[in-house]
């Protein structure tokens, strides 16, 4: 089933708008997920089963949002920094990701502003679209 | 005046023990009655008959008696709480992590019987998420959809009691009686909806 950039992009926004109690001229692309719409961590579950569902698509919770489990290992943050293994590491596994900004500061705390509603739209539309 | 009791519990509180483990099997917060169709994995109908010997409804409202909407949606988080739980054998301490709708259209006022029907959307091994209705004699009271967490997948490794604290014997003896064979209701019921 191909669907252009914009078809996703406003099925993710209503996802978002549903998941989250955001009004829709929030959700642009650039906004992230925790600091513009406000999204918790049970959210980021709800957002899963809810693409899932509207996209007819398998997610493993690794590969959409894996940076939580990154931070639970000692050798990946130091000084409140991401190391540069686990950055690395994070790239590969997040090809939907722009890391750009990012990685001239690699704070763990910024970490969720990678969480974008771009990334979003990028990780669907090569789920869809890449085969 | 403040008991003993009170004084025993909020220091228990302090070190953060689940309140059920405070308890015990004394605590009884049951917004359920019984199951009367449970589909493993996949859906339950519970039941609860409303009466005003529940002290509360005589404050909600004084000669206004009506169920408090936030128990019935603590009654569905139960009905669809242990229908999570069960698809996983009782294995995972399940949460309710979020209210993702609650839209209510009629009042549930003593004398009625209000059906709770819940429904896995999705689930997966740390969360799993349901919707769910309420009907009083066919007509819709509300719709309920939920999230529940399986919190020892989650929390980045927080950790918590080993023992089960939220499928206590007191919730488990709601099933007794129904036949968890996954294709079939307990009870044929006459009116179905």
Redesign the interface.
Same mark, same amino acid.
């Given at each position: 089933m191909a669907m252009s950039r914009d078809e996703i992009f406003q099925q993710v926004q209503e996802v978002l708008i549903d998941a989250l109690g955001v009004d829709d001229d929030e959700v642009t692309a650039e906004a992230t997920l925790m600091g513009d719409l406000g999204a918790e961590s049970i959210d980021f579950l709800d957002i899963v089963f809810r693409l899932e569902k509207a996209f007819a698509i398998k997610i493993p919770r690794e590969e959409l949002f894996p940076a939580e489990n990154l931070m639970s290992n000692p050798d990946y943050v130091k000084d409140g920094k991401l190391t540069e293994t686990a950055l690395t590491e994070l790239k590969e596994k997040m090809p939907h990701t722009n890391f750009s900004t990012f990685e001239n500061d690699p704070d763990i705390n910024k970490l969720g502003d990678l969480f974008t509603v771009d990334a979003i739209v990028n990780y669907v539309d090569g789920k869809l679209n890449a085969a | 005046m403040i008991s003993v009791f009170e004084i025993l519990a909020a220091g228990l509180l302090e070190v953060n023990l689940p309140l059920t483990l405070i308890y015990g099997q004394k605590m009884r917060w049951i917004w359920i009655d019984k199951f009367v169709e449970f589909q493993s994995g996949e859906s339950a109908v519970a039941v609860k008959n409303v009466t005003l010997a529940e002290e509360h409804l005589h404050d909600h409202f004084p000669g206004f008696p009506v169920m408090p909407e936030s128990l019935c949606i603590e009654a569905m988080a139960q009905t669809a709480g242990i229908l999570v739980g069960e698809a996983k054998k009782f294995q995972e301490k399940v949460i309710l !992590?979020?209210i993702?709708k609650a839209v209510f259209f009629r009042y549930v006022k003593p004398g009625d019987t209000i059906k709770l029907h819940a429904k896995i959307?999705?689930i997966?091994p740390?969360?799993a998420?349901t919707s769910g209705r309420i009907t009083c004699a066919d007509k819709l009271i509300a719709e309920i959809d939920l999230?529940f967490?399986h919190i020892d997948r989650?929390? !980045?490794?927080k950790e918590f009691p080993e023992e089960n604290f939220v499928f206590t014997d007191t919730f488990k003896s709601l099933l007794q009686g129904m036949a968890l064979r996954g294709d079939s209701s307990a009870e044929p019921e006459s009116e179905r909806d």
């Amino acid at each position: 089933m191909a669907m252009s950039r914009d078809e996703i992009f406003q099925q993710v926004q209503e996802v978002l708008i549903d998941a989250l109690g955001v009004d829709d001229d929030e959700v642009t692309a650039e906004a992230t997920l925790m600091g513009d719409l406000g999204a918790e961590s049970i959210d980021f579950l709800d957002i899963v089963f809810r693409l899932e569902k509207a996209f007819a698509i398998k997610i493993p919770r690794e590969e959409l949002f894996p940076a939580e489990n990154l931070m639970s290992n000692p050798d990946y943050v130091k000084d409140g920094k991401l190391t540069e293994t686990a950055l690395t590491e994070l790239k590969e596994k997040m090809p939907h990701t722009n890391f750009s900004t990012f990685e001239n500061d690699p704070d763990i705390n910024k970490l969720g502003d990678l969480f974008t509603v771009d990334a979003i739209v990028n990780y669907v539309d090569g789920k869809l679209n890449a085969a | 005046m403040i008991s003993v009791f009170e004084i025993l519990a909020a220091g228990l509180l302090e070190v953060n023990l689940p309140l059920t483990l405070i308890y015990g099997q004394k605590m009884r917060w049951i917004w359920i009655d019984k199951f009367v169709e449970f589909q493993s994995g996949e859906s339950a109908v519970a039941v609860k008959n409303v009466t005003l010997a529940e002290e509360h409804l005589h404050d909600h409202f004084p000669g206004f008696p009506v169920m408090p909407e936030s128990l019935c949606i603590e009654a569905m988080a139960q009905t669809a709480g242990i229908l999570v739980g069960e698809a996983k054998k009782f294995q995972e301490k399940v949460i309710l !992590a979020k209210i993702k709708k609650a839209v209510f259209f009629r009042y549930v006022k003593p004398g009625d019987t209000i059906k709770l029907h819940a429904k896995i959307e999705s689930i997966a091994p740390e969360a799993a998420s349901t919707s769910g209705r309420i009907t009083c004699a066919d007509k819709l009271i509300a719709e309920i959809d939920l999230m529940f967490s399986h919190i020892d997948r989650n929390l !980045a490794g927080k950790e918590f009691p080993e023992e089960n604290f939220v499928f206590t014997d007191t919730f488990k003896s709601l099933l007794q009686g129904m036949a968890l064979r996954g294709d079939s209701s307990a009870e044929p019921e006459s009116e179905r909806d």
